[in-house]
């Protein structure tokens, strides 16, 4: 979006992929995968035919579920993460479910997995949700999200938004700085 361009970064290689939930849905379960083919309006096909393609990939690589809170199971995430790894932890629309004190909680779980290690934290949520991230000036209810990103170095935390999106991600925007 803009005449800004995507910030190019190298895109790091993906060794572990675990995935937190009270209830998670296995999409290689045909019970769960035919329960979100069911939550689709049967007039998208377009929508259909996405979640056709993310089942397919999620097939291809499954992550490791891990059932329960992600501030009781995170370290259990952690640990699950090869020792010379960067872990990368991402919540997409997540944190808003969480009161305060939960989002300040999950918060405090990443800040303890970086006393032995660094963690980066990369996050897409509503404008102010996600703690230490910055607004960019922008109200709460403005209608879009803030694209952050937290690295923890031992106890140091580093933590900028470096871009807005709109509409989940389908619209992005990049400062002219974030390059």
């Known amino acids: 979006m ?14 572990a992929r675990i995935g937190i939930d009270v209830d998670p849905v296995d999409v290689t379960a045909a019970d769960d995968a035919r329960w979100l083919r069911a939550c689709l309006w049967p007039d998208q096909p377009g929508r259909v035919a996405k979640l056709e393609a993310e089942m397919a990939l999620v097939a291809a690589a499954p992550p490791l579920l ?3 809170d992600a501030d009781e199971v995170l370290p259990d995430a952690f640990a699950r993460v090869p020792a010379d790894v960067l872990p990368v932890v991402t919540t997409t629309w997540a944190l ?18 970086a006393a032995d290690r660094a963690v980066a934290w990369v996050s897409a949520e509503g404008v102010g949700v996600a703690p230490t991230i910055t607004t960019l000036g922008d109200r709460r209810a403005s209608g879009h999200s803030i694209i952050g990103l937290a690295v923890f170095d031992w106890s140091a935390q580093r933590a900028e938004a470096i871009g807005r999106c709109w509409s989940r991600g389908r619209m992005l925007a990049w400062p002219a700085d974030s390059r």
């Open 2 to 15: 803009g005449d800004r361009p995507i910030p190019m970064r190298a895109i790091p290689q993906v060794v």
């Open 66 to 68: 891990l059932h329960g």
């Open 96 to 113: 808003s479910r969480f009161p305060l004190e939960g989002r300040l909680r999950f918060l405090h779980r990443l800040d303890e997995a």
